[in-house]
Every structure is written in structure tokens, then in C-alpha cells.
């Protein structure tokens, strides 16, 4: 069950969090057509509010409470990511190189990332081109949201120049 359901330029975002252990558990893109869902708690209207302000300024920060997910390999990889300023890209080969580890499991992990915007696998692409977004290839939704998220950056990026 999410705990929020929120609009985004490029559909909705849903949330979900624990608010017995205090964090937050997922953040998932959704399509234009999810039912909204105002937040149910005050993490959950806190974690909206960070990602709202994500999509009005793209170098906006987050200091959410995340669930302590993932293998060491995948949260290394997501650290990695963390470090990739807005507006700045790097190849899967790039990480993978950073971390000592190998493109397609950095691609991997950047799929298996329940906190995309928070920690911003959007910011990896191939060496050849966009790469596939959320374990997509292919021009579908997810692919319109990293080109959109790519983009949102790009423009706030030039606009500091």
C-alpha cells in the first residue's frame, strides 16, 4: 500500500514508508492515470515535499530516512550515484570502474534502486546512449521519465551558467 501518491510532470510518484521504523521503504514512477493519494503521515508529507521541490529546483537536496535495502554491491553502486551532481552524467562503465565492479551489474543495481529522484540512477546512462531506466529498455514510460529527469536538470544546470 503506498502512503502517498503525488503528480509529477511526467505522471505520479508513489511513496511508501514505515512509520514504525521511521523510514522510507519505496518511491516508484507511476503513470498519469494512478489514482492520487495524499500522504498519510508526516514522513510521507515530508518525503512529497522534498520531491516536489526536487521538481521546481533540480539541485534541491534530500535528507529523507531511507530503508536499509540492498546487497553491499547494490549500495555501493548507490552511493556511487549519490555523488553524480545534477545535470552530470556518468557511464555504467564509469561507475563500475569507481566501484571495481562490472557495467552490467552497476546497471543492475541502478534497476534495483526502490529510491529513484533520492538516489539518482536517472544520472547513469550507456556509453553509446540513454541506457534503459527501472529494468526498461526501449521507448516507454520509463525511458520518457529519465529523458524528462535528465532534461529538468540539464535546463537548471544551464540557468546557474
Not at 520509463?142 to 532534461?151: C, H
Request: overall charge negative; hydrophobic content about 45%; charged content about 20%.
Amino acid at each position: 500500500m503506498l502512503s502517498a501518491v503525488m503528480d509529477a510532470p511526467f505522471g505520479k510518484v508513489g511513496i511508501r514508508v514505515n512509520d514504525a521504523a521511521g523510514v522510507v521503504e519505496l518511491i516508484e514512477y507511476l503513470p498519469a492515470s494512478a489514482e492520487p493519494r495524499a500522504a498519510v503521515s508526516p514522513l510521507a508529507q515530508r518525503a512529497v515535499a522534498q520531491i516536489a521541490h526536487y521538481f521546481e529546483t533540480a539541485d534541491a537536496s534530500f535528507d529523507l530516512p531511507l530503508a536499509d535495502v540492498g546487497t553491499p554491491f547494490q549500495r555501493r553502486v548507490w552511493q556511487a550515484m549519490c555523488a553524480i551532481a545534477p545535470g552530470e552524467t556518468r557511464t555504467y562503465g564509469d561507475l563500475a570502474r569507481e566501484i571495481d565492479g562490472v557495467p552490467r551489474a552497476v546497471g543492475q543495481a541502478c534497476g534495483d534502486n526502490p529510491f529513484p529522484i533520492v538516489i539518482p540512477c536517472h544520472r547513469v546512462v550507456a556509453a553509446n546512449g540513454l541506457g534503459g531506466f527501472n529494468h526498461h529498455a526501449g521507448d516507454g514510460f520509463y525511458l520518457r521519465v529519465k529523458r524528462w529527469l535528465l532534461a529538468h536538470e540539464s535546463a537548471q544546470q544551464a540557468l546557474a551558467l
